[in-house]
């Protein structure tokens, strides 16, 4: 739908830019003969509704710049959003499993075994509370 309205901008636009150049060339011309000043007065009125029309074209475009940026601000908060929102849940899933460890039943763990678990509480504790301000 976005790509048929700037079709149709692009169109509309060179249109205008052809009309433009008609009724300027229609002025110079009425100008020199200076027969059919009617035509002339005519010709200015056309002129001057292209002129307004592009106005109102730039106006237009610069409307739908503005709802494409302000569209473009929308997905990038909601992007934002989801990245944070992803993040406390793998937040929230490290203190689950932090929990599991601290509670885990060691007397059955070797040596070995209780060395990494001891190294993952570590990890895994400076990782959730120690950047906390």
């Known amino acids: 739908?976005?790509?048929?309205?700037?079709?149709?901008?692009q169109r509309l636009a060179i249109a205008i830019s052809e009309g433009t150049?008609?009724?300027k060339e229609r002025i110079a011309k009425s100008k020199?003969?200076?027969?059919?000043?009617?035509?002339?007065?005519?010709?200015?009125?056309e002129?001057?509704?292209?002129?307004?029309a592009q106005a109102?074209?730039?106006?237009?475009?610069l409307q739908i710049s503005s709802e494409k940026l302000q569209s473009a601000e929308l997905e990038y908060q909601a992007a934002k959003e989801n990245m944070e929102s992803?993040?406390?849940?793998?937040?929230y899933k490290m203190l689950d499993f932090y929990n599991e460890l601290?509670?885990?039943?060691?007397?059955?763990?070797?040596e070995d075994i209780k060395v990494?678990?001891?190294?993952?509480?570590?990890?895994?504790?400076m990782r959730l509370f120690d950047n906390q301000d």
């Open 102 to 110: 601290l509670v885990a039943e060691t007397s059955r763990m070797s």
């Open 21 to 23: 150049r008609h009724l």
């Open 1 to 9: 739908m976005e790509r048929k309205r700037l079709e149709a901008q």
């Open 32 to 45: 020199q003969n200076r027969k059919d000043k009617v035509k002339e007065s005519m010709i200015r009125k």
């Open 47 to 52: 002129l001057k509704n292209t002129i307004e």
């Open 86 to 91: 992803k993040a406390r849940e793998l937040e």
């Open 116 to 125: 990494e678990w001891l190294e993952a509480l570590k990890c895994m504790r």
């Open 56 to 61: 109102k074209q730039k106006q237009f475009q």
